[in-house]
C-alpha cells in the first residue's frame, strides 16, 4: 500500500504533540478510503458480514429492549450512543483489514479477539467510551424531563409529543447536543482504535494523535465524517439491516484513513 506525503504549509499547528506523526492527506485519498474498505470486506466475505450482523442484532436488542421497557425516547439517544463506541466494536474490522494488507487470511476468532493486541490500553479506551455514552444517556434522560415535566411516558401518544412545538424544540435540542457529542467523539477516536490495535501506544497518546489528524486536516475530515453519517445512514434506514454491510464498510475504510493519516513509526 502506498501512502501520498504532503508536506502541507507550514502551520500553527507543526509544533504540537504528535503533529509531527501526522500526514495531510487529500480529498481523493478520502475517497480512496471507502474503496478500499470495499476491497476489504469482499476479500474476508463472510467473516466481515458475520461481524456486521453483531451490529444488527445489538441494534434490535437495544431497540426492542427499550420499548419493553417503555421508554421509547431512548431509541434516537441509545442508537447514537451505540454510534458512538462503534470504533471500539470494530476493532475486528481493523484486524480484519491488516490481516488482509498483509496478505494473511482473515478469521472470524481473530477478529473478535483483535482486543488481545494492545489488551490494557484498549480496556482503558473502552471504560472511557463507556462512561462518554452513560453521560450522553443521562443527559438526554434530564432533557426530557425538563421539556415534558408533567407528562406521561407512553408509546401510544409518543409520536404526538414528538410532533407538539415542545416536542420539536425538545428534537432540536438534542440533535445539536448530539452532535456536540458526536464530533467530539469523532475528533479523538477517528484514528485513536485503529492505531491502538496496530501499536503498543496508550488510549491518551492515540487520542492526541486523532486530534491533530483532523485539526491538521480539517476539510477532508469533515468530508469524511459526512461520509461516514452518509454511509451509516443509509444503513439506519434500511431498519439496520443495511447496517450489515454499512458498518463493515466504515470499520475497513477507517482502518485505511488511519494508515494514511498517521506516519509509520519508522517516519516518526
Known amino acids: 500500500m502506498t501512502h501520498a506525503h504532503h ?3 507550514a502551520d500553527a499547528l507543526a509544533g504540537l504533540p504528535y503533529a509531527d506523526r501526522v500526514r495531510h492527506v487529500t480529498t481523493a485519498q478520502a475517497l480512496g478510503w471507502l474503496a478500499a474498505g470495499w476491497r476489504d470486506l469482499r476479500a474476508a466475505g463472510w467473516v466481515s458480514l458475520v461481524y456486521g450482523s453483531l451490529f444488527v442484532a445489538i441494534g434490535f436488542a437495544l431497540t426492542g429492549g427499550l420499548l419493553l421497557a417503555g421508554m421509547p425516547y431512548l431509541i434516537a439517544p441509545m442508537i447514537g450512543a451505540f454510534l458512538l463506541i462503534a470504533p471500539l466494536l470494530a476493532l475486528g474490522l481493523y484486524r480484519i483489514s491488516k490481516d488482509v494488507e498483509e496478505g494473511r487470511r482473515p478469521g472470524l476468532w481473530r477478529a473478535l479477539t483483535a482486543w488481545r493486541a494492545n489488551p490494557y490500553h484498549i480496556l482503558t479506551a473502552g471504560l472511557i467510551l463507556m462512561l462518554y455514552v452513560m453521560i450522553w444517556a443521562r443527559m438526554n434522560v434530564v432533557a426530557f ?6 407528562e406521561a411516558i407512553a408509546l401510544d401518544h409518543f409520536v404526538a409529543q414528538m410532533f407538539s412545538l415542545d416536542g420539536l424544540v425538545f428534537t432540536v435540542f438534542i ?3 448530539g452532535f456536540a457529542f458526536a464530533a467530539f467523539a469523532f475528533v479523538t477516536n ?3 482504535l485503529p492505531m491502538m490495535m496496530d501499536r503498543p501506544v496508550d488510549a491518551f497518546a492515540a487520542a492526541l494523535a486523532s486530534a491533530m489528524a483532523v485539526l491538521r486536516n480539517p476539510r477532508v475530515m469533515a468530508l469524511w465524517a459526512g461520509l461516514i453519517v452518509l454511509v451509516t445512514g443509509v444503513g439506519l434506514l434500511t ?3 443495511g447496517l450489515i454491510v454499512a458498518l463493515p464498510l466504515i470499520g475497513h475504510a477507517s482502518w485505511h484513513a488511519y494508515r494514511d493519516l498517521i506516519k509509520e513509526e519508522d517516519e516518526e
Not at 145 to 150: E, G, S, W
Open 145 to 150: 424531563a425538563l421539556f415534558f415535566p408533567h
Open 7 to 9: 508536506t502541507g504549509p
Open 190 to 192: 477517528v484514528t485513536a
Open 175 to 177: 440533535t445539536a447536543l
Open 239 to 241: 431498519a439496520f439491516l
